[in-house]
């Protein structure tokens, strides 16, 4: 007997999401491509909160079990006036203004799959994102996308050396830096904390709660022109590297304890400004960060320059992603779950 899924084919009344899946330094992409009802809005972040308003089921459906897991990522394609495309980020806990891990792999999505006008031997690309527009570039070869890398926008220090009281842990000295979305920097070591994968869960027990205590004590998250942008997205545990030629290692726990497999590319924007304000990174000097899995990133200071009140600096990011299937998800309207659950 030959077995096929050919044979079954869904009832008209139920929706069907298509998305192509993939992963940068291990963390998960899901992009969503067809399916997905029209939003409403002349930019990203408008977009942003019509899905938001209107159709936040189907981020926990696409996200959360039984389709996805509690520390899946996606995004969704949408037009764009400013650039080729815009995305929106999706993960557990909503809607995130910035993603470094998405835009390496989307490129490469982009330029492999004919979004885009490709050129060898490099593509260039422009991606509307919620915190506004990234350049990304790709080496290609017979049509191939690698050595991914783009510009993020003006990534700043807002305070270094900041202490924070954590119940159940007590003072914690943390930076806090933009690099398209707000984190609390914090040394794991000082914390008894490794940067490993044995160190897990104590990592996102104490990121979260670390997070939910700047939230409540800083009144400095403010963006310098977008309030949607005005918010703390998680917390990131530095450490010294595990592997050979790393300069460090990152851990970023964010969103409602999701725990970042890449480096995550705005971190290491917000970092690469931090080394700036200590005078640790010139402008062309570069650094490499690896994450809990031991995947990388590099991270260069290609400029500075003002941006609102600050001195920001302009970082690129280089990394690598990689496809692991193509989906169709069907949302059944009489299952009691269509709308997805989760735990931690």
């Known amino acids: 007997m030959k077995f096929s899924t050919n044979s079954y084919h869904a009832p008209r009344d139920w929706m069907r999401i298509q998305s192509i899946d993939m992963h940068t330094g291990g963390e998960p992409l899901r992009v969503i491509l067809d399916g ?13 909160r019509y899905a938001k ?21 996606g995004c969704i394609i949408v037009s764009s006036e400013v650039a080729d495309f815009g995305v929106i980020f999706l993960h557990n806990e909503g809607y995130s203004t910035m993603c470094g891990h998405a835009t390496i792999a989307i490129t490469k999505l982009a330029v492999e799959a004919g979004w885009v006008k490709v050129e060898e031997p490099e593509t260039s690309i422009k991606i509307e994102a919620p915190c506004g527009v990234l350049t990304a570039c790709a080496r290609v070869k017979n ?4 050595h991914i890398r783009f510009l993020n926008v ?12 954590v119940p159940g842990i007590g003072k914690v000295t943390y930076d806090l830096a933009y690099g398209g979305a707000f984190y609390a920097y914090v040394d794991a070591g000082k914390l008894g904390l490794s940067c490993t ?3 897990y869960q104590q990592l996102i027990s104490t990121g979260m709660k670390i997070k939910r205590s700047v939230i409540k004590s800083s009144n400095k998250i403010h963006h310098p022109s977008e309030e949607d942008l005005s918010f703390l997205y998680g917390t990131i545990f530095i450490g010294g590297p595990v592997s050979e030629g790393v300069n460090s290692r990152n851990v970023c726990v964010f969103a409602e304890g999701e725990v970042d497999r890449s480096p995550t590319g705005s ?3 917000g970092r690469v400004a931090i080394h700036h304000r200590r005078n640790e990174l010139a402008v062309g000097e570069s650094m490499r960060i690896e994450s809990i899995l031991g995947s990388t990133f590099d991270c260069k200071i290609i400029k500075t320059e003002k941006y609102g009140s600050y001195q920001a600096v302009i970082p690129e990011v280089s990394g690598e992603a990689h496809y692991t ?10 299952d009691p779950f269509n709308k997805g659950f989760i735990f931690r």
């Open 36 to 48: 997905f009802p029209a939003l409403k809005g002349k930019n990203v972040l408008e977009l942003r």
């Open 53 to 73: 308003a209107h159709y936040d089921h189907l981020r926990t459906a696409l996200m959360f079990e039984p389709r996805g897991h509690a520390d899946m990522y």
């Open 143 to 146: 049509g191939v996308a690698h």
């Open 154 to 165: 003006p990534s700043f220090v807002v305070a270094l050396d900041e202490q924070t009281e």
């Open 197 to 199: 994968p044995d160190h």
């Open 267 to 269: 971190g290491v924007s």
């Open 325 to 334: 299937g193509k989906n169709e998800f069907w949302i059944d309207p009489n």
